[in-house]
C-alpha cells in the first residue's frame, strides 16, 4: 500500500480541529454506528473529521473517534500517518499512533519509525514504538537498526527494549540472531529480551544463549545477563556461573552477578561471596555483596 498518495489532500489536516459541539455530535453518531457493528465511512471528509476529532480535549471523544479509525482499518492508514508526522497538535500525532496500533499494519512501519526518531514528544515516541511492537516480527530488525545510531537516546533504548520483550516470544529464531550481532549495543537488548521466551516458552536454545552472554566480550552484555539469570534460571543450575563473575573486570557485573544470587537464594554460594569480599575494591559492590551474604545467612537459619 501507498502511503503517500493523496498527500497535498491529506497535508490539509495538519491543522485541522473540530469545535466542541461538533466533535459531540461526531462522536455520538460513531458510538452508534459502532455499537451496532457498523463500520463508519471512510471517505475524506469522514476521515478527516475524525482525525481533527483526535485532538479533542476529552478523553472519552478521543477514544471513541480511535476506535472508530481502527474499524475503518487500513482506508484510514494514509491519513493516520500523515497527521502522525505533520500534524500541529501533538495530541493528535499521540493519538495517531495509538491508532496506528489499534490496526497494527505494517505498511505504517516507515511512517512510526520517522515519528520514533524525529519526533520530540515522549508520548509519540513511546506509542509509536508500541505500534511497532504491535506490528511484530516485521518491525524487529527496523528496532534493532535503531540502537547502532550514535544519536539514539536512552529514552528510546528503553522504548525498543520494552518493544523486544513484546515481540520476542513472536520471533525467537530472528532474536536469537540478534544475540549473535556484532553490535554489542544489540547484543545487550537481545538478551533483555530473552526472558519472555526463557520464563514462559521454557526455550532451551534462549536459555543456553544467555547462559553463553556471561562470557561476551562486552562487559554491558554480561552485566545484562547476570540480571536475566537472576529472573530467569533455577539457583542450583546457574550459581556456579554468577560466583565466577563475583571477580569479573567490571564491577557492574559483579554487582549484577551478587544481587541475582540473592534474589535466587542461591544459598551454597555464601563461600564464594564472602571470598569475593575479601579482595572486592569498589565500594559500591562492596555494599552489594555484604547485604547478599547477609541475606543468604539469614535465610539459612
Known sequence: ???????????SISNSKLTEE?????????????????????????????VAGLGDQRGALRLTFAKSLGAIGEAALPILCNSLRTH??????????KTLNLIGSKAALPFLLEAFLEDDDPVVLGSSAGAMATIGPDALQSLLGIL?????????????????????????????????????????????????????????KAMQ??????????????????????????????????????????PQVRKNSALSLMKLTARESIEGLSKAAESEQDEGVMKVIEVAIKILKADDE
Do not use: W, Y
Open 88 to 97: 500541529e497538535n501533538v495530541v493528535v500525532r499521540r493519538a495517531s499512533a
Open 1 to 11: 500500500m501507498d502511503l503517500s498518495q493523496g498527500s497535498e489532500d491529506l497535508n
Open 148 to 204: 547502532v545510531n550514535p544519536d539514539c537516546t536512552p529514552f528510546q533504548v528503553g522504548l525498543i527494549n520494552l518493544a523486544l520483550t513484546f515481540i520476542g516470544a513472536k520471533a525467537p529464531e530472528a532474536l536469537l540472531e540478534a544475540c549473535d550481532s556484532p553490535h554489542a549495543e544489540v547484543r545487550v537488548a537481545a538478551i533483555s529480551a530473552l526472558g519472555d521466551q526463557i520464563q514462559a516458552l521454557g526455550d532451551a
Open 209 to 250: 544463549r544467555l547462559l553463553n552472554a556471561m562470557d561476551d566480550e562486552c562487559s554491558e552484555v554480561r552485566a545484562e545477563a547476570a540480571t536475566l539469570i537472576g529472573k530467569s534460571c533455577d539457583a542450583e543450575d546457574v550459581q556456579h556461573l554468577l560466583v565466577a563473575k563475583l571477580v569479573d573486570d567490571d
Open 22 to 50: 461538533e466533535a459531540s455530535k461526531l462522536a455520538d453518531e460513531l458510538s452508534l454506528k459502532l455499537s451496532e457493528g457498523v463500520i463508519p465511512g471512510a471517505d475524506s471528509d469522514s476521515l478527516k473529521k475524525m
